[in-house]
T-cell receptor
Framework: KAGVTQTPRYLIKTRGQQVTLSCSPI?????VSWYQQTPGQGLQFLFE???????NKGNFPGRFSGRQFSNSRSEMNVSTLELGDSALYLC????????????FGSGTQLSVL | KNQVEQSPQSLIILEGKNCTLQ??????????LRWYKQDTGRGPVSLTI?????NTKSNGRYTATLDADTKQSSLHITASQLSDSASYIC?????????FGAGTRLTVKP
């Protein structure tokens, strides 16, 4: 069974640009959540999608958005990139409820220059 | 304020030795506490999940304990191996909130 797949693995952008990251959950998983990880702030929850609807949201500005498709694949978009957005962006999936075990992808390393 | 504090920040031990990592939290209302292992350049991997009524849970050489009264958890690693070198992250969930500790960086040396 394939794990959580995130693409691209690495990304370099410049300030002001926008970026879209992709996440394919484990087959059968309907919940996809996104996280930002930086050396200074550690892991922080961005948002969670379930059945194409945002179910939970962390404390991030509106520049960070996401969506989920009918096949449970999810995308995350960051607009008007800032230097501080440089981070490892992780996606995780689980069956239906976030009390279940989360399975993480290897992440997308975003560098904003 | 909902917080999760982990200690120590980093730890170096010799292969074969045991170690214990600590996690203190103020997250409320408590839903569950998870321990994750994260290798460099990879996503976190779940080790244990504990709810309010559970006070110990094992996963191989990893044993997590939870004291919901004092809001403390520990992760004990027995007979450490070189592959245990990683960051260990404590995550505490409330109803619609998930708080991450900064992690403990463990290095196991031969």
């Amino acid at each position: 069974k394939a794990g959580v797949t995130q693409t691209p693995r690495y990304l370099i952008k410049t300030r002001g640009q926008q970026v879209t990251l992709s996440c394919s959950p484990i087959s059968g998983h309907r919940s996809v959540s996104w996280y930002q990880q930086t050396p200074g702030q550690g892991l922080q929850f961005l948002f969670e999608y379930f059945s194409e609807t945002q179910r939970n949201k962390g404390n991030f500005p509106g520049r960070f958005s996401g969506r989920q498709f009918s096949n449970s694949r999810s995308e995350m978009n960051v607009s008007t990139l800032e230097l501080g957005d440089s981070a490892l962006y992780l996606c995780a999936s689980c069956g239906s409820h976030t009390d279940e075990k989360l399975f993480f992808g290897s992440g997308t390393q975003l560098s904003v220059l | 304020k909902n917080q999760v504090e982990q200690s120590p920040q980093s730890l170096i031990i010799l292969e074969g030795k045991n170690c214990t990592l600590q996690c203190n939290y103020t997250v409320s209302p408590f839903s569950n506490l998870r321990w994750y292992k994260q290798d460099t350049g990879r996503g976190p991997v779940s080790l244990t999940i504990m709810t309010f009524s559970e006070n110990t849970k094992s996963n191989g050489r990893y044993t997590a304990t939870l004291d919901a009264d004092t809001k403390q958890s520990s992760l004990h690693i027995t007979a450490s191996q070189l592959s245990d070198s990683a960051s260990y992250i404590c995550v505490v969930s409330a109803d619609n909130d998930m708080r991450f500790g900064a992690g403990t960086r463990l290095t196991v040396k031969p």
